[in-house]
C-alpha cells in the first residue's frame, strides 16, 4: 500500500537555527498538507499546497515558515529561525483531488519528523 | 467551525463492540463528519467519513441521525491493537483538518 514518508524521523536543532524537514506524498495525489503535533496536545493544521502553491494557511503559519515542492516527488517545510516553541511532532500528509462520490476528507499522514529545539 | 464534544476516555474489553459518541450541535449544512485513529507517535489515520444516515465499511460503521447533531463511531470486536486515540472531525473543507482533543479508547484484555 503506498504511504506517506518523512526524513528525518528526529531532528535537533539549537534555536535560531534553519530546518528544513521533508515528506514524500503519495505519488498519484494532488494536495499536500503540513500538521503539527505539540507533545501532549492536539493536532494544528499548518498549510495546504496545490498547484503549486499554498491554498489555505493557519495563523500558526507565520513568515518563519515556507513549503516547497522542488521536484515531482518532495515536498518540504522550512523554518527559517527556529524557536523552542516550534518542538512539535511535524506530520505530513497528501490526499487525492475529490473522492468518488464527490469531495473526500481522507488525509493520508506520514509518520512524523519529531523536531526538538534546544 | 462546528465545536465537537467526545468523552476525553473510554475503556474496553477485547472482543466487545465500542460506540463513541461526539456531539456537533452547529453542524452546518455542508459540514461532513470525518473520524481519524492516532496511534502515540504516528499520524492521524482516516477511519470512515458521512454526511447522513449510516456509513459503513471494514474496519467501522458511522451512525448519525436526522438531525445530524450528533454521531456515533461503533467499532465491532475490539483488539488490544484498537487502543488509540479517536478523532471526531466535522469540516466544511476537506483541505483543512481540524482536531480536537479526541477520545482515548484503552482495551483491556
Known amino acids: 500500500e503506498p504511504e506517506v514518508t518523512q526524513t528525518p524521523s528526529h531532528q535537533v536543532t539549537q534555536m535560531g537555527q534553519e530546518v528544513i524537514l521533508r515528506c514524500v506524498p503519495i505519488?498519484?495525489?494532488?494536495?499536500f498538507y503540513w500538521y503539527r503535533q505539540i507533545l501532549g496536545q492536539k493536532v494544528e493544521f499548518l498549510v495546504s499546497?496545490?498547484?503549486?502553491?499554498?491554498?489555505?494557511k493557519s495563523e500558526i503559519f507565520d513568515d518563519q515558515f515556507s513549503v516547497e515542492r522542488p521536484d515531482g516527488s518532495n515536498f518540504t517545510l522550512k523554518i527559517r529561525s527556529t524557536k523552542l516553541e516550534d518542538s512539535a511532532m511535524y506530520f505530513c500528509?497528501?490526499?487525492?483531488?475529490?473522492?468518488?462520490?464527490?469531495?473526500?476528507?481522507?488525509?493520508?499522514f506520514g509518520p512524523g519528523t519529531r523536531l526538538t529545539v534546544t | 467551525l462546528a465545536k465537537t464534544t467526545q468523552p476525553i476516555s473510554m475503556d474496553s474489553y477485547e472482543g466487545q463492540e465500542v460506540n463513541i459518541t461526539c456531539s456537533h450541535n452547529n453542524i452546518a449544512t455542508n459540514d461532513y463528519i470525518t473520524w481519524y485513529q492516532q496511534f502515540p507517535s504516528q499520524g492521524p489515520r482516516f477511519i470512515i467519513q458521512?454526511?447522513?444516515t449510516k456509513v459503513t465499511n471494514e474496519v467501522a460503521s458511522l451512525f448519525i441521525p436526522a438531525d445530524r447533531k450528533s454521531s456515533t463511531l461503533s467499532l465491532p470486536r475490539v483488539s488490544l491493537s484498537d487502543t488509540a486515540v479517536y478523532y471526531c472531525l466535522v469540516a466544511g473543507s476537506a483541505r483543512q483538518l481540524t482536531f480536537g482533543s479526541g477520545t482515548q479508547l484503552t482495551v483491556l484484555p
Open positions: 458521512g454526511y447522513k
Open positions: 505519488s498519484n495525489h494532488l494536495y
Open positions: 500528509a497528501s490526499s487525492k483531488s475529490r473522492g468518488l462520490a464527490g469531495t473526500t476528507y481522507e488525509q493520508y
Open positions: 499546497f496545490y498547484n503549486n502553491e499554498i491554498s489555505e
